[in-house]
């Protein structure tokens, strides 16, 4: 009897390490795919305080390249609902004039992503952690349609916050602004009111967004595991 207690209790030990070495192991993946909505606001002629006076419908596809816990790039189309009405704010422009618009932008764009934290779940020698805020920066280019169609370069910045529902799916909650290098996202007429020709960099306009979003993860970056001591 003594025997056989001491064998099942060496093979409950065995067991239990084997477990914790499993537990242990975290696969990691090179690639992310995801998909978001939220709101949108504008800055620029017709709206220089409130950015979120007339909240609009935005929507978001992206793509991310994981490098490791911390960088990655990550390509985007978004699209955004923009509007806004000068009387709002007590605009009056020359003639004594008021506008308002409303307009439908897409962009596409490229964003490094730099994560404040080790990011994931497993490998306890990394210091994982399941969450972490990032910051990102990167360069686009967006289409808008107000009075006509309009294409301009843009700057997208962004803080967010990212949590890892299962080891391949992550949760984020995101809120971006994005300069625009040209000054007809509202209307193309509304930057001649002042007779001051609009150049790539002395314009006002800008868009912003606040986005929850949902990603999952694939492409395993190595096929065998390996257990951490």
């Given amino acids: 009897m003594k025997r056989r207690a001491i064998i099942l209790l060496i093979l409950a030990v065995c067991t ?4 914790a070495r499993l537990c242990a192991q975290e696969e990691t993946y090179r690639f992310d795919i995801g998909a978001g909505i939220g709101m949108s606001g504008y ?9 979120f006076k ?4 935005a929507g978001q596809l992206s793509f991310r390249y994981l490098f490791d816990t911390r960088w990655a790039i990550r390509a985007l189309l978004t ?7 000068s009387a709002d704010f007590g605009i009056i422009f020359p003639g004594g004039s008021q506008y308002s618009f409303t307009s439908q932008i897409y962009d596409l764009g490229a964003r490094g992503e730099f994560n404040f934290f080790n990011y994931g779940i497993g490998e306890t020698y990394k210091r994982l952690r399941r969450w972490t805020p990032y910051l990102a920066v990167g360069i686009g280019m967006t289409f808008a349609s107000a009075n006509g169609t309009f294409a301009a370069m843009t700057l997208p910045m962004a803080f967010g916050v990212k949590f890892k529902l299962r080891p391949q799916l992550n949760l984020m909650a995101e809120f971006a602004m994005t300069k625009a290098f040209g000054d007809h996202l509202d209307d193309k007429n509304i930057s001649d009111l002042y007779q ?3 150049s790539f960099l002395k314009n006002t306009d800008w868009y ?8 999952y993860e694939f492409g395993k970056r190595c096929a065998t595991c390996h257990y951490v001591d």
């Fill in 54 to 57: 007339h909240p609009g419908f």
């Fill in 16 to 19: 239990i390490q084997q477990s």
């Fill in 208 to 215: 912003s967004t606040i986005m929850i979003s949902i990603s």
């Fill in 43 to 51: 800055l620029g002629d017709v709206n220089e305080s409130n950015i």
């Fill in 196 to 198: 001051i020709k609009s």
């Fill in 79 to 85: 699209t955004a609902s923009l509007s806004g009405n």
